[in-house]
């Protein structure tokens, strides 16, 4: 997986109280000067993230739930799939930031994430892109190995932006 994120500063936050009552820690990141990569995968689309299967304690003590993530001053590589590895082109943004949203939402039997997002950058070819969409989970007959699958809503804004980084997506 070619997804990469390096970050100067990533500030956690959460409220104690409410984690104390509810045993449910949610928890929202700052990221600060951050440099990434994301590929955009043929099946998976652009949030093809794996994470590592952990087997929970016995007993929990506290649910912990990503919900937010900020990101500002920060630079990311974005490398929208094509049919062809000579027809990829990646689209450096700068000053990227912007917010994604983390819920988690049932599909049939399983707990899934929706994922909200709207962040912004400027291409190093000038003018600036902005992105806005979801990213929803919905339950697929067709593949018992894969009972989730993803859709992507994106809506991508630019102005003044060379039209060739647009068309990627």
């Keep these: 997986d070619p997804t990469a994120v390096s970050a100067e500063s990533v500030e ?12 449910r820690l949610s928890l929202d990141l700052a990221v600060q000067g951050a440099a990434g990569f994301l590929a955009q995968d043929e099946e ?3 949030l093809a993230i794996e994470t590592p299967e952990r087997t929970p304690p016995e007993r929990e003590l506290f649910k912990v739930e990503l919900d937010e993530v900020t990101v500002r001053d920060s630079q990311l590589t974005l490398l929208p799939y094509a049919d062809s590895p000579d027809r990829r082109y990646p689209l450096l943004l700068e000053d990227f930031a912007g917010q994604l949203d983390i819920d988690s939402v049932d599909v049939g039997d399983e707990t899934a994430q929706r994922f909200n997002f709207e962040m912004s950058g400027s291409p190093t070819d000038g003018g600036a892109i902005l992105f806005r969409g979801e990213v929803q989970p919905v339950a697929s007959a067709d593949d018992p190995d894969r009972p989730i699958r993803r859709v992507t809503n ?10 060739p980084d647009i068309a990627a997506f």
């Design 12 to 23: 956690v936050r959460f409220n104690l109280l409410s984690a104390l009552l509810t045993r």
């Design 44 to 46: 998976k689309g652009w």
């Design 154 to 163: 994106l809506e991508v804004q630019a102005d003044q932006a060379w039209l």
